[in-house]
């Protein structure tokens, strides 16, 4: 679900306006269960800070994982939580399974572990497994090429377990339940499945999220605040939370759903299945079908959405297209008479240029640690999402040049070569680029204001001038950390 999960841990991805785990803790509120451990590492203090101590009636605990370690090693991190037999559901699952019936199963096959199986349509996707009569897991193939699928009853990431499963498990180690556990417990016959007709979708994926989101409207009721104020036509099921307002000659047809305070100005129309979120203002005379945008987003006039999700707080100009399939990451901004082709994504805080047009991915660096004042620091190799990412402006089209810089040096050597129409992008008008990762991923305050003022000085200079002094002042600096830091065996 990348670019929605850089600003917003994915169990905390609005599905509804509401978040995808809520729907997972509601579901075994349901059917029982009173204690919860929701084991998280990336973003974790938001999932903590969104729903403290209790929730629905269940108590919830958030046990510390300093370290990823897989799907089946953060359970056995928690070993000492569970004396009896215990369920294990993935955070980004929506279903109605039955657990009281799935436990019932696990009770009477007598095994230490019992998989929820689906059947589906696209099984490479996901694990699939062949079945004794008896229900025992015979074969499992973790995603198996499209060619090498025998089977499509595949694992719904929703397990029962005994505690003595976990004995299997190795203690702070990377582990995973499919690729590691379950080939385990499979060799020793006390691995088993319960096929089931329930609704079940992944949501980590896009596919998944829109099967999920397809599902839950089609059960919706009108449900209208008494303090929305509709002008405009209403047709089917929707859902439109507090201070609601919806303009003259609009047109919804539902199932939709409209958070709190979303404005809809006059003469928009919107069709089913679309979600806006608190905050979200929909300028006159848009077109939104089937679209999802997170809360605060602001969408220009005359603008056309389809089947995509756009993610918190971007702001997309007037008469442009956004196609199907698109993902766009928070806090972007597109001007005017933008065109998002079908299946591409936007990483977040990135700013295309009016008249623009993106096909593909366009990605820009995300800062995932603290500024260090440290010269080793500004020399060490950078995580793949922080990278700096060359893309380049052809014609109309913003697109990715190919090239990726993962430390200074490396953004030395391609600087040499990239195209002159990247150099111009990254400073295009009031944008720097360059200087923002210097000051936020290298965190080298002296460099970062060099570039600026390059860029102050030669705005009106060839694209090759521009370089050449970047590349100068990049030398130099690159020499001075090193001088400062003298790291052991760096050349």
Request: hydrophobic share 40%; aromatic share 8%; glycine share 8%.
């Amino acid at each position: 679900m990348r670019p929605l999960t850089f600003s917003c841990p994915k169990p905390l991805l609005p599905l509804l306006n509401k978040p995808v785990t809520s729907y997972i803790l509601d579901h075994l509120s349901a059917h029982g269960v009173s204690e919860v451990a929701i084991t998280t590492n990336y973003l974790r203090e938001q999932i903590m800070g969104y729903y403290g101590p209790e929730y629905n009636g269940l108590r919830l605990h958030f046990p510390a994982e300093e370290k990823p370690l897989g799907t089946a090693g953060c359970v056995k991190n928690i070993e000492d939580f569970f004396d009896d037999t215990f369920i294990v559901m993935q955070g980004d699952t929506i279903t109605d399974v039955d657990l009281r019936q799935l436990v019932i199963q696990h009770k009477y096959a007598s095994g230490l572990a019992t998989i929820a199986a689906v059947k589906v349509e696209d099984p490479w996707n996901y694990g699939t497994m062949d079945l004794a009569d008896d229900g025992r897991v015979r074969q499992f193939h973790e995603k198996p090429l499209m060619d090498q699928c025998t089977s499509n009853l595949v694992n719904t990431g929703i397990y029962v377990l005994e505690p003595e499963a976990l004995d299997h498990v190795p203690k702070d180690t990377f582990y995973d339940f499919a690729k590691d556990l379950f080939p385990v417990l499979m060799d020793s016959k006390s691995l088993f499945a319960h096929q089931t007709d329930a609704f079940w979708a992944d949501v980590g994926r896009p596919a998944g999220y829109v099967a999920a989101k397809k599902w839950l409207m089609s059960g919706i009721k009108n449900d209208i605040s008494d303090s929305a104020q509709v002008e405009g036509r209403l047709e089917g099921n929707v859902v439109f939370g507090e201070n609601v307002k919806v303009g003259r000659h609009s047109q919804i047809f539902g199932p939709v759903v409209l958070g709190d305070g979303v404005v809809l100005e006059r003469g928009c129309v919107v069709g089913p299945y679309t979600v806006l979120g608190s905050g979200v203002t929909v300028r006159e005379y848009t077109m939104l079908n089937g679209a999802v945008l997170f809360e605060k987003t602001e969408i220009g006039s005359k603008e056309e959405v389809s089947d995509s999700l756009i993610a918190e707080k971007c702001r997309i100009g007037s008469g442009g297209v956004i196609q199907s399939d698109v993902m766009i990451g928070g806090s972007c901004l597109l001007q005017g008479n933008v065109s998002v082709i079908n299946g591409s994504r936007i990483w977040p805080n990135m700013e295309i240029t009016e008249n623009s047009m993106v096909s593909g991915t366009l990605r820009r660096f995300v800062q995932l640690h603290e500024i260090r004042d440290d010269p080793r620091w500004s020399l060490r190799s950078v995580n793949p999402d922080e990278g700096f990412y060359f893309n380049k402006l052809e014609s109309n089209r913003v697109m990715y040049t190919g090239l990726r810089a993962l430390s200074l040096l490396d953004f030395d050597n391609l600087l040499k070569h990239v195209d002159l129409s990247s150099v111009n992008y990254h400073m295009r008008s009031d944008v720097n680029d360059f200087s923002q990762w210097m000051q936020k991923i290298i965190c080298d305050p002296v460099l970062a204001e060099t570039f600026n003022d390059i860029k102050r000085e030669c705005s009106q200079l060839d694209a090759r001038i521009v370089r050449h002094r970047m590349i100068e002042a990049t030398n130099d600096r690159l020499n001075g950390l090193l001088n400062a830091a003298k790291p052991k065996g760096y050349v």
